[in-house]
């Protein structure tokens, strides 16, 4: 319990990034020495900001022993870093959670075809019916459901999951003790029951805007493929794609309506080469051969009829509400492995020089973030690490802002994780 204390302590320090906490982790040895560390070799040895050691300026480990006692007392288990539980493919991702919180059990993941099940809040009938047929199936066939719980297509994958009898990681974006949101209160705790609730916030963590795009690493991080079922073209479940490609997970889509707007990102994720689904075994096929034994296709007509149930069926939880909702590195299957973003600008003959180009209206509609991104690139090709460094995001956040940037057409993505500006007069 003792050592437990430094890394959750290590974990729920304000201002630093989770590659520099494992910078830390690399120089000193362990979350205790890191603790103890003497400020002027924290600076030297790893070059950190004057922002960068606020957070070291008044150590007390309260907040740490407040946590571990509100864990205890509400049954919540703490897997640090080290511990063998620790999944080994969430731990080979670019930035994994330095300790991760848990309500539930945790199966054995890496021993699991685990697919990430993603989309939108707003979903339509159809997107919530395929939702819960994917997460009915891929349970059926032998795999593994892991999803955000978020309204809409996460909650519908959890509920076919949970109808096929299966187990669901449900990865949260916010504090392990919290329910957002509120109304998924029951899902939540049959979550719980079947499998685990995941988050990297401990208990009392306020939520936070950031929290959501940081989660989605680790949704695709558990996974070895991720499953989009309806994505408007600024979707959260499209960076949850983007950080699958990056981590090397295969990323696959279920078609919608040409014309539909909640599947413009998803259908755009197709035509740019993400393998078209319709069934839990079109994800699982191609991961057959790596779990022996486990993966198998079902009766396709009992599993078609069991998959939706009755419309009111209590086991998709809308009886339950505790509040109205809003109105509004693995191998992989076939190898997608780079998401091209296509803008709708032609190619010209002779490209305009840089130098005369007035910026000023062409970024007039980014975010802050994404100012600051555009402004570490100027004209040159910057790598990933670099932008993480220089505008002191999170690499979720970059991750998020690059995927929209793209997506606007104001940066493209060069070979080895290198960004670069791809503005041009119109």
Known sequence: MSTLKYWVWLSALTGLRPKRRFELLDTFGDPEKVYFADERLLREKLNLSDAELQPFAERSLNRAESILEKCQAEGIYIVSFQDAIYPARLKNIYDPPVVLYLKGRLPAIDEEAAIGVVGTRK????GIKMARKLGYEITKCGGLVVTGLAEGIDSAAAEGALRAGGAVIGVLGCAIDDVFPKWNDVLYSDVTLSGALVSEYPPGEPLGRKNFPERNRIISGLSIGVAIVEAPIKSGALITATLALEQGREVFAVPGNADAVNC?????????????????????????????????????????????????DPVFYEAKRTEEPRKTAPETGRGFAKLRVKTDRKKVDNPIKREYIDLREQLSGLSERQLKIVSVMKDKSVHIDDIIEKTELSAPEVLSELTLLQIKGFVAQENGKRFTLNIEKR
């Open 123 to 126: 979903a339509t009938p159809y």
């Open 264 to 312: 413009v990102g998803s259908n755009e994720l197709i035509r740019d080469g993400a393998q078209l689904v319709a069934s839990g075994w079109d994800v699982l096929a191609d991961f057959a051969p790596q779990f022996s034994g486990k993966l198998s296709m079902p009766n396709p007509q009992r599993t078609a009829v069991l998959a939706h149930g009755a419309p009111n």
